[in-house]
């Protein structure tokens, strides 16, 4: 019987079992780039309609691949998976070259730091991100999927089958519930505008950790002692295809992170027709054009992310304007096949070293 790796040029490991940005990353791009090189992911728990390999395939695998030099790459984007490379490299003599992408944009520990120089080729998902490496890799953005993540045809028809209020002015913030990610920020920031604007709904959707159950209770508990619970909506988490839907609802999004390694979901509200409010994190300040697709605040300023936004939805036909404007800025900067096309290019000339 052939070995489910004996045609399979590239691997992307992706070691982590929930959802997380990175896992949703390697979920969206091995799809695309199997299009024009052979890639399978390996974890886990990987979706159906994703090439993969069983991770006990690993270590059966030849040790020769299948390109002519008889190399394979291994593409890691964690601590863990870059030891995995190393263990499968060095301790069972594969011949692989091994690749990472960096998202972080912080001082890296010692570990970190002894496994990418242990790297054969290094990717930063921004010009931030390679600042913090000690040799620079190539800079290469994320990108979405332009074709899943567009505009609805027909948003009220949609709000009414994910149960979503439909006539009202839907404000969203997705991701992991904790401080890190803002949503404490979002939520005392939108109250206020719920307060005063009894057409305005907001969303707030994702999952808490346990260790974050006690500061998603004190969120909930915050909009029940303003009265406001009933427009101050918590959704639970949805699989990672659904989430263009719930993109496509709103009437703005708004991403308040206090930090961020890079941060896609501006760019997938862009590319839904949603403008985005934005603290200036991660690659927030190259996603989102300031005044043109949407507004940029300081992290951990409240009031400066209250003050933007009111003013996003003050101006219906601006929003309007801004919409459109997102859809084409992602269009042109930030689709997937631009990232997987990247991505590919340094996936061959490592096979062909």
């Known amino acids: 019987?052939?070995?489910?790796?004996?045609?399979?040029?590239?691997?992307?490991?992706?070691?982590?079992?929930?959802?997380?940005?990175?896992?949703?990353?390697?979920?969206?791009?091995?799809?695309?780039?199997?299009r024009d090189i052979s890639i399978a992911a390996t974890g886990p728990v990987v979706p159906d309609d994703v090439p993969q390999v069983p991770l006990a395939s690993l270590v059966t695998m030849s040790r020769r691949g299948p390109s002519p030099s008889g190399w394979r790459v291994w593409h890691a984007r964690r601590n863990v998976e870059m030891l995995g490379g190393l263990a499968l490299r060095y301790l069972l003599g594969k011949r692989l070259k091994l690749m990472f992408t960096s998202a972080s944009q912080r001082e890296q520990t010692g570990l970190t730091r002894w496994l990418i120089r242990?790297?054969?080729?290094?990717?930063?998902?921004?010009?931030?991100?390679?600042?913090?490496?000690?040799?620079?890799?190539?800079?290469?953005?994320?990108?979405?999927?332009?074709e899943g993540f567009a505009p609805s045809p027909?948003?009220?028809?949609?709000?009414?089958?994910?149960k979503l209020p439909v006539n009202?002015?839907?404000?969203?913030?997705y991701g992991r519930?904790?401080?890190?990610?803002?949503?404490?920020?979002?939520?005392?920031?939108?109250l206020p505008i719920l307060r005063d604007n009894p057409d305005v709904v907001a969303l707030v959707m994702g999952r808490a950790t346990e260790k974050y159950e006690s500061f998603e209770k004190g969120l909930k508990d915050r909009a029940r002692a303003e009265g406001l619970s009933d427009r101050m909506l918590f959704l639970p988490e949805v699989p990672v295809g659904d989430m263009a839907d719930f993109y496509r609802v709103l009437d703005l999004y708004v991403a308040p992170q206090r930090w961020e390694g890079f941060g896609l979901t501006p760019i997938e509200a862009m590319a839904c027709g949603v403008p985005v409010v934005a603290t200036r994190v991660g690659a927030f300040e190259k996603l989102v054009v300031?005044?043109?697709?949407?507004?940029?605040?300081?992290?951990?300023?409240?009031?400066?992310?209250?003050?933007?936004?009111?003013?996003?939805?003050?101006?219906?036909?601006?929003?309007?304007?801004?919409a459109e404007a997102?859809?084409?800025?992602?269009?042109?900067?930030?689709?997937?096949?631009?990232?997987?096309?990247?991505?590919?290019?340094?996936?061959?000339?490592?096979l062909a070293a």
């Open 1 to 34: 019987m052939t070995h489910p790796l004996a045609h399979t040029d590239v691997i992307a490991p992706n070691f982590k079992r929930r959802l997380s940005g990175v896992t949703a990353t390697v979920m969206r791009l091995v799809p695309v780039q199997s």
């Open 177 to 190: 519930i904790r401080a890190q990610k803002g949503t404490d920020a979002f939520v005392e920031a939108m």
């Open 326 to 350: 997102g859809r084409s800025y992602v269009m042109s900067d930030f689709s997937i096949a631009r990232e997987a096309a990247a991505l590919v290019k340094i996936y061959r000339k490592l």
């Open 118 to 146: 242990r790297m054969d080729a290094v990717v930063a998902t921004s010009d931030r991100t390679n600042a913090y490496l000690e040799n620079p890799g190539h800079v290469i953005m994320h990108g979405i999927d332009t």
């Open 168 to 173: 009202a002015t839907l404000v969203g913030c």
């Open 290 to 322: 300031q005044g043109t697709t949407g507004l940029l605040v300081d992290p951990d300023d409240i009031p400066a992310l209250e003050a933007a936004t009111r003013d996003a939805l003050s101006d219906p036909t601006r929003l309007a304007a801004w």
């Open 154 to 162: 027909d948003r009220a028809a949609l709000r009414a089958e994910l």
